[in-house]
């Protein structure tokens, strides 16, 4: 499982790459060549719920081989592709059938691991970070040595892990139950505009997003066999995870965000030294993974919450501080906070996992997959924004940065605010 959830989660930062390859070799203006990246986060951030969903009724493995058969055709098809609209097309394919991996991913543990599904999500949290770090990476090697189709072929691998999947899991049992069909194209409609809302600056889709919403929260009250039963929310702790994990995938995201940005501005990189830069900290990332599994099977996921509090906050204070030292120092400190992903991420799907009835667990982690890439897509565009402008006035007293660096100082200051008040705001709550 983690082996392809590393082609899923690499398959969408190697393309960020290869974009100005792809601009130059159908002759695009950046708002078309985007939608090579658009057109898949759209579709990936839709499955991960929708595959969520069917999971409390359909057979896992099933569903699984859908998604990685239509993985491998999308990727096949995108090699091929004689023009621009295939491509995107291809990506499309390819993002409705990568978002099964990731939803399945995060359901599994629970399901065939119950007493070890700490461990199990430490090593899929760590393999997410390790494919994010090195995303990057593989995609300026490919592109740079081959070409960008290249990428495509390299999705494609998946389909050899199809057979091997169909013999070792589990033959289950379709379970009673169905899928509101309109609900799930209200919520599709619904978040589809607001991506498009964060990616492309195009406001008036936010008002199509909130009709739509709208729309799935009257239906989801009127139906008999909602898309996700509204009863779901009026779970405390449910619904403190889901928040908390926003707002620390936000904050982690926009880091991811910024480092190549920071690194390429300010330290003058190509993007085959800035992934060369960030590489240590995937790797850490993915070394960490297994240990942080087993200390939340331990000592539960509010302790292992806090510590990925602390080793955030500890990160981001260092990279505010550190920023215009040199690129190794800079190497070393990003560790710190790579080292956090596979924390919160473990932390929170285990609460999620734990304060959830059996057939709520699929949805829920629809929920919480698809909230976390919303908050990852905010905190991009948001940062991104902000650092738009400049800034004169350093928010850290230790800080090294002069110029525009200090702009980035700032920003990773205003994510130690952000994450000392969603600390306190988890300690709180949890502690009542």
């Known amino acids: ?48 719920l929708m595959y969520g969903k069917l999971a409390d009724i359909y057979p896992l493995r099933t569903l699984l ?43 599994v543990p629970s399901r065939y691991f119950p007493k070890e599904q700490g461990k199990v999500l430490g090593i899929i949290s760590s393999t997410m970070a390790f494919a994010s770090g090195v995303g990057p990476v593989m995609g300026g090697f490919v592109t740079g040595a081959l070409n960008w189709q290249y990428l ?36 599709a409609i619904a978040v589809a505009s607001l991506i498009l809302t964060i990616t492309m600056f195009i406001w008036w889709y936010i008002i199509i997003s909130i009709v739509f919403l709208s729309l799935f929260i009257w239906r989801i009250f009127r139906s008999n066999n909602p898309f996700i039963n509204p009863k779901l929310f009026q779970n405390g702790a449910f619904r403190t995870t889901i928040i908390t994990s926003f707002f620390a995938i936000f904050a982690m995201f926009g880091m991811m965000f910024m480092m190549p940005l920071m690194l390429s501005e300010v330290y003058e990189l190509s993007a085959l030294f800035i992934g060369l830069t960030l590489f240590p900290g995937a790797m850490a990332a993915a070394i960490t993974g297994r240990w942080v599994g087993l200390l939340t099977d331990k000592h539960g996921g509010k302790q292992v919450a806090f510590m990925a509090f602390s080793l955030m906050v500890t990160g981001f204070l260092l990279l505010s501080t550190f920023i215009g030292s040199p690129t190794w120092v800079i190497g070393i400190v990003v560790i710190v906070v790579y080292i956090a992903f596979p924390f919160i991420q473990t932390s929170t799907a285990t609460l999620i996992s734990t304060v959830l009835s059996d057939n709520e667990i699929g949805v829920g982690m629809g929920i919480y997959n698809l909230c976390n890439f919303m908050s990852g897509a905010f905190g991009g565009a948001i940062i991104g924004k902000i650092l738009d402008y400049e800034s004169e006035i350093l928010w850290n007293p230790f800080a090294l940065a002069q110029g525009h660096e200090i702009m980035y100082s700032n920003v990773f200051m205003g994510l130690v605010g952000l994450t000392v008040v969603n600390g306190l705001f988890f300690f709180f709550v949890f502690r009542w």
Do not use: H
């Open 65 to 107: 081989t859908i998604g990685l058969s239509l993985f491998a055709a999308g990727s096949l098809f995108g090699f091929f592709a004689p023009n621009y609209i295939m491509v995107v097309l291809a990506r499309i394919i390819q993002g409705a059938g990568a978002s099964s991996i990731l939803a399945l991913a995060f359901i």
């Open 1 to 48: 499982m983690c082996s392809v959830l590393l082609f899923s989660v690499m398959n969408g930062t190697m393309f960020m790459i290869a974009v100005p390859d792809i601009a130059e070799a159908f002759s695009l203006l950046p708002s078309q060549v985007s939608w090579v990246v658009t057109g898949y986060i759209i579709i990936y951030a839709i499955g991960a």
């Open 152 to 187: 495509f072929l390299i999705s494609a691998l998946v389909c050899v892990t199809i057979p091997f999947f169909r013999i070792w899991m589990p033959n289950e049992e379709k379970k009673d139950g169905k899928v509101d069909i309109l609900g799930a194209i209200f919520i």
